[in-house]
């Protein structure tokens, strides 16, 4: 097998493992989303003057309906900026796979191809 060949192996094993841990990040970064929606809309349900409490570390602490309103939206907020960008990132890292894929296949394939010169430059494989 080429070197370049080689090469292109290990960067979609990297790819590889680059897109499971944002998928991963994704979808906990959504579930967290989720619960949050679930816990701002069933604020709809509480009268303003309950008490409420929220969890910081492993100890509940008491807190007013307007703070926990407003906490709950910012995290809602950045949230959803989050999951969108890892969407994107997601995208960006099929794309590559992809592209890599195929300079892989046409190395294998033995083709020059259409592809330009973008391994690491040298009169490429040759023969003896």
């Known amino acids: 097998m ?3 060949a080689q090469e292109k192996i290990e960067e979609l094993q990297d790819l590889q493992e680059t ?10 970064s ?4 989720n619960d949050s929606k679930t816990a701002l809309d069933a604020l709809d349900d509480v009268e303003e003057d309950a008490t409420m409490y929220r969890e910081v570390g492993e100890i509940l ?13 910012e ?6 900026v989050r999951v969108e960008q890892l ?3 997601e995208e960006r890292v ?4 992809e592209s890599l894929q195929e300079e892989l296949q046409q190395l ?6 259409g592809g330009g010169p973008m391994g690491p430059g040298g009169p490429g494989a040759g023969g003896a």
């Open 94 to 97: 099929q794309e590559q796979f």
């Open 19 to 28: 897109a499971q841990q944002v998928a991963q990040q994704k979808e906990q």
């Open 108 to 113: 294998l394939q033995g083709g020059a191809g």
């Open 61 to 73: 602490v008491e807190t007013d309906y307007e703070s926990a309103q407003e906490d709950l939206e």
């Open 30 to 33: 959504q579930s967290v989303l």
């Open 87 to 89: 969407k994107k990132q």
């Open 2 to 4: 080429p070197p370049e």
């Open 75 to 80: 995290k809602v907020d950045s949230l959803e």
